[in-house]
């Protein structure tokens, strides 16, 4: 499955955006889905996940009550709501899908395929 990930860019200290990662080639209702993050210097960290029905999704603790992961099936599409962004939030994001797993899944390593990486800025 192909990935392409859009929406980043330079916002302030307590705004909003929101991230979102189109599918292509297999069947993407089939995987489930997450978000990644990687600042400079720092280790790729999960974000969030989604189940392949949306009926299950995990945050990381950094993000709990500010982001919300979210897909729509029809459209082959994941979303990353991120409110209050804070500028410890500030890095590459990436969506990936675990083709193994049916959810729950946390390490990248679990996860097979990736998008390209759009970038969030948040100023202080």
């Known amino acids: 499955v192909q990935l392409q990930a859009s929406g980043g860019g330079l916002v302030q200290a307590g705004g909003s955006l929101r991230l979102s990662c189109a599918a292509s080639?297999?069947?993407?209702?089939?995987?489930?889905m997450g978000w990644f993050r990687q600042a400079p210097g720092k280790e790729r960290e999960f974000v969030a996940g989604?189940?392949?029905?949306?009926?299950?999704?995990y945050n990381a603790d950094s993000v709990k009550g500010r982001f919300t992961i979210s897909r729509d099936n029809a459209k082959n599409t994941v979303d990353l709501q991120m409110n209050r962004l804070e500028p410890e939030d500030a890095a590459v994001y990436y969506c990936?899908?675990?083709?193994?797993?049916?959810?729950?899944?946390?390490?990248?390593?679990?996860?097979?395929?990736w998008g390209q990486g759009t970038l969030v800025t948040v100023s202080s």
């Open positions: 080639g297999r069947t993407f209702s089939n995987y489930y």
């Open positions: 990936a899908a675990d083709l193994t797993h049916y959810g729950g899944s946390t390490h990248p390593t679990d996860f097979a395929s």
């Open positions: 989604i189940t392949w029905s949306g009926s299950s999704t």
